[in-house]
């Protein structure tokens, strides 16, 4: 996971360093921004479910989890471009019903690094379109539990330093621009499991979320 970062990283910076040289030697004189870079930072919130991909009679209720990070908007013209971002990201479910007479609530929280890699398309100054591949690593799982007079907590952490055991996935939305301030709107969805060693399966259960962002770009 630290290879990832350190890669996105080098990858960005190369990047966005020869943009920004090839702009000394060139004078915009436009009010629109498209065309320009910008760095920005990021916050808001995320509305996580799962669903079960084998349709049998799993059914759980979304919760709210906390959204936060950076992107770097790098132009490719006035009308695309790419913007990739580094996120913390929580997800999770409710979970409740009975057992052996009993009434229960089961609350999962998980904790995600994660990675989007979006195409842009600024149609219009103050809209930007998303879309792209997402890389997620998980961090942190949190199950808490109420029921039968009972209540516990289990809390496990997760150490990978292996960038391609990931969790795959799919997101995009729209981003409104209005001068420094960015309002994001965004879904996305899990597609597999990529296990490390080349291979990837499908996972039975599959986040699938909606994220309100507010942030500050500069």
Same mark, same amino acid.
């Given at each position: ?51 079960? /991909? @084998?349709? #049998?009679?799993?059914?759980? !209720? ?6 936060? *990070? ?5 132009? %490719? ?75 516990? /907590? @289990?809390? #496990?952490?997760?150490?990978? !330093? ?6 795959? *996935? ?5 981003? %409104? ?42």
């Amino acid at each position: 996971m630290k290879k990832a970062i350190l890669l996105i990283a080098m990858v960005t910076l190369t990047v966005t360093g020869s943009y920004a040289q090839s702009e000394t030697t060139t004078t915009n004189t436009s009010s629109d921004n498209r065309g320009k870079l910008f760095f920005g930072l990021k916050i808001g919130t995320n509305y996580s479910n799962v669903y079960d /991909t @084998q349709g #049998q009679d799993f059914v759980a !209720d979304a919760k709210f989890g906390l959204a936060a *990070g950076g992107f770097v908007s790098i132009p %490719l013209g006035t009308y695309f471009g790419v913007q990739p971002e580094v996120l913390f990201s929580q997800k999770g479910y409710k979970s409740s019903g009975t057992f052996l007479g009993s009434s229960y609530t089961m609350t999962r929280t998980t904790d995600y690094l994660e990675v989007p890699i979006l195409a842009a398309f600024k149609p219009i100054e103050y809209v930007t379109v998303l879309f792209g591949p997402e890389f997620s690593y998980l961090m942190k799982q949190k199950d808490d539990f109420t029921g039968g007079g009972l209540s516990s /907590t @289990q809390e #496990q952490t997760y150490t990978n !330093d292996n960038y391609r055991k990931n969790i795959f *996935g799919l997101t995009g939305g729209v981003d %409104l621009n209005v001068d420094h301030l960015v309002i994001g709107l965004r879904t996305g969805w899990d597609v597999s499991d990529n296990n490390g060693d080349g291979t990837s399966t499908t996972p039975r259960y599959k986040n699938m979320w909606y994220q309100a962002t507010v942030g500050f770009r500069f």
